[in-house]
T-cell receptor
Framework: DAKTTQPPSMDCAEGRAANLPCNHS???????VYWYRQIHSQGPQYIIH???NNETNEMASLIITEDRKSSTLILPHATLRDTAVYYC???????????FGTGTQLKVEL | DTGVSQNPRHKITKRGQNVTFRCDPI?????LYWYRQTLGQGPEFLTY????????KSRLLSDRFSAERPKGSFSTLEIQRTEQGDSAMYLC????????????FGPGTRLTVT
């Protein structure tokens, strides 16, 4: 599975959009981009995934560049409860094991 | 609450003792995963089951570790002769077979070896 690179930390004001970047320059054609988050003292939580098209669900939007070498997770109106570590994971479809990096610690502040 | 439960939530044990953790996945999920997470790191894959078959084990899973899923429902993870380096959060996740199925994680069992 391709490796990913994320900034170690980001801050965001409550109510503003949080844009979390991820680089995955070695991604191959059959690999998906998944995002999970982990709120302190809880297990990771699935957010969204995509292959090459942009995706949106009730939690977030995922924007994948045309060359698929990077992506951005967008939380449109961040709240204090969105404070968490966000993990970008690239994986071949098929429900296989997840390889987590160290993620991005997002802190949402008043 | 994702529907995946783990017990106990916390376990303190002395070095050299054996410990066993239990995971109850979402009932219709046929895949079950174990991960380990140490402070400041992301979770690391240990092993996974499809139904009762253990299909993959990480090199992290030394011979002191054993996992079972006897009837394809709940799973247990046993650590024998615990060491201080085993102190970590042990996470369980479940999913449905097939492409694009997200994993649902339990709250984890925090193990402290003294």
């Amino acid at each position: 599975d391709a490796k990913t690179t994320q900034p170690p930390s980001m801050d965001c004001a409550e109510g503003r959009a949080a844009n979390l970047p991820c680089n995955h320059s070695t991604i191959s054609g059959n690999e998906y981009v998944y995002w999970y988050r982990q709120i302190h003292s809880q297990g990771p939580q699935y957010i969204i995934h995509g292959l090459k098209n942009n995706e949106t669900n009730e939690m977030a939007s995922l924007i994948i560049t045309e060359d698929r070498k990077s992506s951005t997770l967008i939380l449109p109106h961040a709240t204090l409860r969105d404070t968490a570590v966000y993990y970008c994971i690239v994986i071949t479809g098929g429900g296989n094991k997840l390889t987590f990096g160290t993620g991005t610690q997002l802190k949402v502040e008043l | 609450d994702t529907g995946v439960s783990q017990n106990p939530r916390h376990k303190i044990t002395k070095r050299g003792q054996n410990v066993t953790f239990r995971c109850d996945p979402i009932s219709e999920h046929n895949r079950l995963y174990w991960y380990r997470q140490t402070l400041g790191q992301g979770p690391e894959f240990l092993t996974y089951f499809q139904n009762e078959a253990q299909l993959e084990k990480s090199r992290l899973l030394s011979d002191r570790f054993s996992a079972e899923r006897p009837k394809g429902s709940f799973s247990t993870l046993e650590i024998q002769r615990t060491e201080q380096g085993d102190s970590a959060m042990y996470l369980c996740a479940s999913s449905l077979t097939g492409t694009l199925d997200e994993q649902y994680f339990g709250p984890g069992t925090r193990l402290t070896v003294t």
